[in-house]
């Protein structure tokens, strides 16, 4: 989706920079691979660098990470789950990207059929199921999103 507003948003994430380095600053973010065994979900935040991401978030002070991160899932893309569905695919370990540094937890959940989605209107500029096999290939994805989906496929044995 190469809207006005996704431009728009682009401007604006360079221009909230400064402020983000601030906020970001060591916090705690999560992402989730939701996936069917054949497709993954990923989306392009509306604020932000114009590059796919996993729907995942922040995760509040004090909050169990399984918890924020069902929240936000929900809050992303209308997929309502349990923090017990959520299988660990990389503990928290520290990123770095675009000059931002914070606390990354990756997870998966595996899903039978894929689930019904809706996206976020405020902060979800596109939302797609893409091929597992396309997504490294044809897709621009951010780095610890990259580094995630590889670490699944290496987990499970989905790479040569």
């Excluded at 507003?5 to 402020?19: C, D, E, T, V």
């Excluded at 004090?62 to 923090?83: K, L």
């Amino acid at each position: 989706m190469n809207s006005p507003s996704r431009f728009i948003g682009n401007i604006l994430f360079w221009l909230a920079w400064p402020l983000l380095f601030i906020y970001l600053r060591d916090s705690r973010r999560s992402r989730v691979i939701i996936s069917d065994g054949k497709q993954i979900l990923i989306v392009k935040n509306w604020l932000g660098p114009n590059r796919y991401t996993l729907p995942g978030g922040g995760l509040k002070k004090n909050e169990e990470p399984t918890d924020g991160t069902t929240r936000e899932v929900e809050e992303e893309t209308g997929v309502i789950t349990h923090p017990n569905s959520l299988s660990l695919i990389k503990p928290e370990y520290t990123v770095v990207e675009y000059g931002h540094k914070y606390k990354f937890i990756g997870y998966l959940l595996k899903v039978d059929k894929l689930p019904k989605i809706s996206r976020q209107k405020f902060e979800i500029a596109e939302i797609k199921w893409v091929r597992i096999e396309d997504v490294l290939a044809k897709y621009k994805l951010t780095a610890a999103t990259k580094e995630l989906i590889e670490t699944w496929l290496e987990i499970n044995h989905l790479v040569d």
